[in-house]
């Protein structure tokens, strides 16, 4: 026998537990599904286990889409001032790390706890380890057959998130229905993700394995400044999975090594005052002792003292600080991708509601859609915006 409700969620993460708070509110009867044995399982591994939830700079620049405006309704109608109110109401302990990122003070499970308690209140069910087997158009609304029975509703709403970390339950679930339902989509690749190099690049740098160092790493007009790791697979930290979302194959990414500070000026100075110093030792008083040693000996400068370079000497070996180029090989693809780009064309879908412009009911939020924030927890942003507005409409 089939149980019906108003509307049906596919997906108990962020952005489908959020809408089903919200539709319940409403005094929708709304039942949540997932294949998974547990909710939020994104959530939980997220901002290394205290997921950084919100970021209190949210713009709409901080999002990629194939239509920039489009994220823009959903994300004024849901600030991050509403999700920190309702944390705050939880008694969540939080703290801003830096650039405006929000993070729990114990566990992200504070906010798993927070969202299970809130879709409690607004009567909703949740129904987990539930394979979803089909989706049909029924009288008045949608027919999900499922491992555990038949679910009618007038709403359906498709929360499954991307491609992302497979290993956890991923799926590319939303594409199949927006194609069943003939939505189109945009190539979908990975972002936010620690980017590859080839086996001889990687043979250069494995002196550097293990450096950190901040970097302004840019693609086109695209550029953030935050900290670079060398790793023995290539390159990551905050810079680097950052431009990954910029960056494409065979593409280069451009790295200025210590963006804050005028590297040439530090060296002549050091110059005036200790004329016998090696260009090398003044470098590691700003440079990771590794980095100035890679980057001296590629010069053939590591013989020299500061009295025997040249102004112009100098400048040259400083440009190349200030502009290091490397060509990726690949990305580490969605095994270790936070976040999946492109998805859903947003032209198929209604700004405020987030509902298929020409499908009654049919409804897509979160990260399968083609809006994908920058790191530092605009991805959560935009799964409680999203979820919101659907929330409000469904
Ligand atoms: P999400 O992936 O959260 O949820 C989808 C749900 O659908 C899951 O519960 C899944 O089991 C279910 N599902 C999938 N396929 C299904 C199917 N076929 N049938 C039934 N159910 C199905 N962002 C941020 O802002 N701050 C942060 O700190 C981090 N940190 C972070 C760390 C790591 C390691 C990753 C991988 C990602 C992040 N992110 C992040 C990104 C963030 O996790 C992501 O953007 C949101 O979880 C997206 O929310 P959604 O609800 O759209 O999908």
Redesign the pocket.
């Known amino acids: 026998m089939a149980e019906n409700y108003d509307v049906a969620i596919?997906?108990?993460?962020?952005?489908?537990?959020m809408c089903a708070i919200e539709a319940g509110k409403r005094g929708r009867r709304v039942i949540v599904?997932?294949?998974?044995k547990a909710?939020?399982?994104?959530?939980r591994?997220?901002?290394?286990g205290r997921?950084?939830?919100?970021?209190i700079h949210t713009t709409p620049k901080a999002f990629l889409s194939a239509n920039p405006h489009f994220c823009k309704s959903a994300l004024a109608r849901f600030t991050p001032q509403d999700f920190l109110a309702m944390v705050e109401r939880h008694g969540i302990a939080w703290h801003e790390k830096t650039l405006g990122q929000l993070?729990c003070d114990d566990s992200a499970k504070d906010i798993i706890r927070m969202l299970l308690t809130e879709i409690r209140e607004a009567g909703v069910s949740l129904k987990l380890s539930?394979?979803?087997e089909a989706v049909e158009r029924g009288v008045g609304g949608y027919r999900v057959l499922t491992s555990e029975g038949r679910i009618d509703c007038a709403s359906l709403v498709i929360?499954?998130?991307?491609k992302?970390?497979p290993k956890?339950?991923?799926?590319g679930?939303?594409y199949k229905i927006a194609e069943q339902f003939g939505l189109s989509l945009l190539e979908t690749r990975p972002g936010?993700v620690p980017l590859t190099l080839d086996p001889s690049e990687l043979e250069r740098l494995a002196s550097l394995s293990g450096v950190a160092v901040d970097a302004r790493a840019s693609v086109g007009k695209a550029s953030f400044d935050e900290a670079l790791l060398i790793t023995h697979r290539g390159l990551s930290g905050p810079a680097i999975l950052q431009i990954s979302s910029y960056w494409r194959e065979g593409g280069d990414i451009s790295l200025r090594l210590l963006p804050a500070l005028d590297i040439a000026k530090a060296v002549k100075d050091a110059r005036r005052g200790q004329g016998k110093q090696a260009l090398q030792t003044v470098l590691s008083e700003h440079l990771p002792k590794r980095l100035a040693q890679f980057f001296v000996e590629l010069a053939g400068l590591h013989t020299k003292s500061l009295a025997d370079l040249s102004d112009k000497v100098i400048d040259g070996f400083c440009a190349r600080l200030s502009d290091w180029r490397i060509k990726p090989a690949g990305s580490e693809g969605y095994r270790?991708?936070?976040?999946t780009l492109g998805g859903i064309d947003t032209g198929e879908l209604d700004s405020r509601t987030m509902q298929a412009r020409n499908i009654d009911g049919l409804f897509f939020?979160?990260?399968?859609v083609d809006v994908t924030?920058w790191?530092?927890?605009?991805?959560?942003?935009?799964?409680w915006a999203s979820?919101f507005a659907a929330g409000q409409a469904a």
């Open positions: 596919i997906g108990a993460g962020a952005a489908g537990m599904l997932d294949h998974a909710p939020g399982e994104k959530i591994i997220s901002g290394g997921c950084n939830f919100t970021n993070f539930t394979a979803i929360a499954t998130g991307g992302s970390i956890m339950g991923a799926t679930f939303a936010l270790t991708a936070e976040v939020i979160g990260e399968c924030g790191l530092g927890g605009y991805n959560f942003q935009w799964a979820g």
